[in-house]
């Protein structure tokens, strides 16, 4: 192995990089755009499904399920809901990763579609109150299962399909979906907050974006049926080299770069997390307060705030993927680890001010620039960083663990902090300073990969 890794490997203390695989078409152009939309539609489900999620547990759960407990613990105990779909998605991506390793992307992709897509369909039915709040963990756990394994499919899927030197900008199109799905639930929000009102949406309104997941899943169903399977899945296959047992390979083979992964996800996934939902909730709790506001004027506020850093990431990622693709996964990732540690401190004191320019600039920095020039990079660098014979189980399993230690711990140990700082908005910004410091250290275990063949059966590093 260490021989091999010598010739296809990383570019670690005197090993020798790979010379990039110049092959600019890897399937036909029918079967790459059907790839595209594929991931697409699928990662705006997935993120439809959790922003509805993670909008509503900021701003209706904590009183329709939570009220017995009152207005600061019946907060933590939604977004202690909220994280419960990220401590699932570790599981749902080891068993759907293992099944995609041996019995192929496309049927992984279908079945975690109609998964998550059900799971967040049935939220939208469930009763107020105890009953409610047991059937909605429940819920929100299957929702986390499904979404487990559906970003590493996509992207594993669309690095294996893409032109080798434009890998990094089409790995993260579908990716795009992603703030479409944030975009049309946040828009839901806004528009329900603006013409309801929060008595409406309190008693009724709330259910209108959960219910709404079914016309989004019959799209993807119906897209993913079409789909073909990845050339490069298929060479293993033909090749008789599939592993009986993908996440036990994994586990066994590929630990530093399950833990490279897994400590870059932590500034991009926490960060998303951060300056999206836990801006809301500080707005419409803590800044509410101190400046005698209204909370659903602040938190309407935020919410209009993540809608223009969402729209604009819709730009901004594919370009941090197209940029990667000409100066390096790495340099894009550290650059903008580096970027959300500076810009922590500062864009946590303009939220506190309330000022709504302010908001939005603290907002669109974080999410569309930070947060987003990592996405652009990871989607096609992690595919890149595992071995042919276990890279889906390999990147979900990576993906998903940093996602329940970022993603799913942000908002409760976010929340926790500032409460007991007493409100003060420097703690959120330290602490976002540091899941930066853990991103860049996962950056610094990791190799360059930029042109890396994906038929290679050993790791980068």
Known sequence: ?????????????????????????????????????TGAVGSALEYYDFAIFGLATALVFSHIFFPALGSKAGLLASFGTYGAGFLARPFGGLFFGSLGDRKGRKFVLLVTIAIMGTSTTLIGLLPTGTVGAVALVLLRLLQGFGAGAEQAGASTLMAEVAPVPRRGFFAALPFVGIFAGFGLATATFGVMQHTLGNEAILAWAWRIPFLSSIVLIGVAVWI???????????????AQKVVRSPVRAVLGSARRPVLAAVLMRFAEQGGSTIYTTIVIAFLGGTVAAKLGARPSDLAAIGTTGALIATLASVVTTPLFGALSDRVGRIAVYRAGAIFMALWSIPSWWMVSTGDPLWIVLAMFGGLAIGANSMLGAQCSHFAELFGNRYRYSGVALARELG??????LAPVLGIYLVQQADGAFWVMGVYTALLSLLTLTGVFLSTETRGRNLNDLDDAI
Do not use: K, N
Request: aromatic share 2%; proline share 7%.
């Open 1 to 37: 192995m260490d021989a091999h890794r010598s010739l296809s490997g990383g570019q670690h203390a005197g090993v020798a990089v790979e010379r990039p695989d110049t092959t600019t078409a890897v399937v036909p152009p029918e079967q790459l755009r059907r790839a595209i939309l």
């Open 403 to 408: 996602a329940v230690l970022s993603g799913g």
């Open 224 to 238: 993913r049926l079409r789909l073909r399977e990845s050339p490069v899945f298929l060479s293993l296959e033909g």
